[in-house]
């Protein structure tokens, strides 16, 4: 009897044991599964932010750029929506430059101050994640960041720091399975906030690049511009000089034969011809001269808006003959300009006529004006037929015409450039992309000392 209870005593000594080693191996399996699931995940987000780095090294269009890390963190965090906040214009501070997934619609201001306490939360060695609601405990006097990062239902913020600065902000929303972001997620998104940081910072200097080779390439063809202009006006002046004198010998001549005509009819209606011929050629000579050699005027404080007004009353009634609607979009007060009210009524005058001969069937000339970058700059625009891109760059060369029927000689735009260029501006002409062309006069604004 005491046997057999000895050894039921042992049988169920060994089944306990059994039992805690069945228990501890299921313990085991269990910390073994859930440390490779998490093995598994870290070698994924690795392999992502390896992936995400080659690719932030190829993509140098920061558009495109932001949209594929925020395609990427939807993905792979599951989450409703993120957005990436980047250092404005002024460098004074950070607006949403990207978002996906968001309703921006309810959005009451979109930007946060750099100098805001909020980053004072940061880190700014490396990119950290923090929570929304520790950030609103520790900063309850940063209402309106906390407000706005709210108002985009954020519950992680992970600043992006380069060089010990904050060059944005990544925002991310809750998980669409409500689950918490673990301290991998966190350290994910840190690390892919960092990579952003350096991209986004190689994609803005790729810009800044590309600006100053734009400009540079702008200024080169300027100058060959200048250059090309400045040859044909001498080539013109020396041309005028030599045809001058003979004319004038002409016109004199001309007014001899008139004088002794006498009442042969034929005779004076030939000389009325030939008269009306020399003044022509005199009036080319004289628009040759003027470009090369533009004549000495007295200048003066001068208000544009007025001389446009007084110039628009002139022409009024031969643009209603022509139906040509004249609109004007300028302030009554702009800043003046020191120049020669006459002159510059002529280049004006010399844009408003170009533009009609280009709308045989009427249409309307937009005059636009405002103050840019220390000049007035008026935009003379119409509804015409335009300028093929081949001439655009040809369109201010002496003696060149796109006009037909020859009724254009090719140096009233020259001699609006002779002008212009005499006044310390600019004049340029692009076409509009809803049809006709536009012509933009750019001159200095009159600072009275």
């Excluded at 558009?63 to 993120?82: A, E, F, K, N, R």
């Excluded at 007295?298 to 643009?319: A, C, W």
Aim: proline share 3%; charged share 25%.
């Amino acid at each position: 009897m005491v046997e057999n209870m000895d050894e039921d005593y042992e049988k169920m000594r060994n089944t306990d044991k059994v039992l805690k080693l069945e228990e501890e191996i299921s313990k085991n399996i269990d910390e073994l599964t859930s440390a490779n699931r998490r093995l598994r995940k870290k070698i994924f987000d690795l392999y992502t932010i390896f992936e995400i780095s080659r690719h932030l090294n190829s993509v140098l269009d920061t558009d495109s750029l932001l949209d594929g890390i925020l395609l990427t963190i939807i993905g792979q965090m599951g989450v409703s929506g993120c957005a990436i906040f980047t250092v404005d214009k002024d460098g004074k501070a950070l607006t949403i430059a990207k978002s996906r997934g968001l309703t921006l619609s309810k959005v009451k201001t979109s930007h946060i101050p750099l100098d805001s306490r909020l980053f004072q939360a940061t880190d700014e060695k490396r990119s950290t994640a923090y929570n929304i609601i520790e950030l609103e405990k520790k900063f309850p006097e940063c209402k309106k960041e906390i407000e706005l990062l709210k108002s985009i239902d954020c519950s992680l913020v992970i600043p992006m720091t380069l060089k010990n600065k904050i060059r944005g902000l990544l925002v991310v929303t809750e998980r669409m399975a409500h689950t918490p972001f673990f301290e991998d997620d966190k350290d994910f998104l840190a690390i892919l906030a960092n990579q952003l940081s350096v991209a986004i910072e190689n994609a803005r200097l790729f810009e800044s690049e590309k600006e100053a080779y734009y400009q540079l390439a702008k200024a080169q063809r300027q100058l060959v511009e200048t250059e090309k202009l400045a040859a044909l006006g001498q080539l013109s002046a020396r041309v005028a000089h030599e045809v001058n004198n003979p004319l004038g010998i002409m016109k004199n001549y001309l007014e001899i034969i008139s004088q002794n005509a006498g009442s042969f009819g034929k005779l004076d209606n030939y000389v009325g011809i030939l008269r009306e011929e020399v003044n022509r050629i005199a009036a080319i000579v004289r628009q040759l001269l003027d470009f090369y050699h533009p004549r000495s005027v007295e200048k003066s404080e001068v208000n544009l808006s007025n001389v446009i007004d007084e110039l628009i009353v002139l022409v009024s009634v031969q643009m209603e003959s022509n139906q040509i609607e004249l609109k004007k979009n300028y302030p009554p007060d702009m800043p003046c300009v020191w120049a020669s009210s006459e002159q510059l009524k002529q280049v004006f005058l010399n844009l408003i006529m170009n533009s009609r001969d280009f709308m045989p069937d009427g249409g309307e000339i937009i005059i636009t004006g405002r103050e840019e970058n220390g000049s007035v700059v008026l935009d003379f625009a119409d509804s015409g037929t335009g300028i093929e891109e081949k001439e655009l760059s040809k369109v201010f060369d002496p003696f060149y015409t796109t006009k037909k029927d020859g009724t254009g000689t090719g140096l009233g735009l020259s001699v609006c450039y002779g002008i212009v260029q005499n006044h310390g501006g600019s004049i340029s002409v692009k076409n509009r992309p809803e049809g006709g062309a536009q012509f933009t006069v750019s001159l200095p604004v009159y600072h009275a000392r």
